[in-house]
């Protein structure tokens, strides 16, 4: 059995479902390390709350639009260091619009960053749990991922496709000891749907039998499922968190 320090790994754990997600494990036994663009304060505010209960945390600005800065990070800081048991793809952007009106930049920026970048830390977490024969992968996708959504054709091709990719890399992972799912949260109470108007939230709960928007440690909770004990049998899945919706 490795000494290394055991960390999870979570990109996008500065705030809302990141953080709640990050706060989670720690309070699973887990090291946490995050990733975050902007507002480092708000990261601080993490890694203060979690050594507050007595966790571990590293706060680190990674860009998740720079493939080169993702695979010299895990060169530099994880590759022999520590021992990566989990890695939650979190990180994610939405540029809305009707799709024949959406720039180009549009369309570009929410694949790289809910996708593509996805892909990258995913490559490199990869490499060296299977070296390990041991870890857990988790994608956040969501349900407009998986039923479509006016006005976001390009955020929801992403999430479409990380659970291709999941799916994939799940039987790719697997005699590796390495299982890798997805979690798809439905509406879920952020600092985004705090802004939205209330005839636009009236019109979400209509959709959702618990009449009820969720909350982050909802999502927290199936994340620490499929990282912890639980879920050493299980790859491959998508575990929706949505309330009752269903396509």
């Known amino acids: ?79 022999g260091k520590v021992q990566l048991e989990v890695l939650v793809n979190n990180a994610g952007i ?18 790289q960053i809910n996708l593509t970048a996805c892909f990258a830390f995913q490559r490199e977490a990869s490499k060296i749990m299977s070296r390990q024969r041991a870890g857990r992968i988790i994608n956040m996708t969501s349900i407009v991922g998986q039923m479509g959504n006016a006005g976001q054709a390009n955020y929801c091709a992403a999430k479409a496709g990380l659970i291709g990719m999941t799916k994939s890399s799940a039987r790719e992972l697997a005699s590796r000891g390495v299982t890798v799912n997805a979690v798809a949260p439905g509406f879920i109470q952020t600092d985004m749907t705090h802004e939205l108007p209330e005839k636009i939230v009236e019109s ?23 990282a912890g004990p639980g879920g050493r049998y299980v790859t491959g899945q998508v575990l929706a968190v949505n309330g009752g919706m269903y396509m």
């Open 94 to 111: 939405t540029r809305d619009g009707l799709l024949m009106r959406m720039k180009d930049e549009e369309w570009d920026k929410v694949i």
């Open 1 to 79: 059995m490795s000494d290394l320090p055991k960390i999870a790994f979570v990109t996008g754990g500065s705030r809302g479902i990141g953080r709640a997600i990050a706060e989670r494990l720690a309070d699973d036994g887990f090291e946490v390390w995050f990733t975050y663009v902007s507002r480092p304060e708000e990261a601080d505010k993490v890694v203060a709350a979690i050594e507050g209960k007595g966790g571990k945390a590293r706060a680190f600005r990674l860009d998740s639009a720079d493939r080169d800065a993702i695979t010299s990070f895990f060169k530099d800081e994880v590759k």
């Open 204 to 226: 979400m709960l209509t959709q959702i039998p618990l009449n009820r928007l969720g909350e982050p440690e909802d999502i927290a909770a199936a994340v620490s499922y499929l």
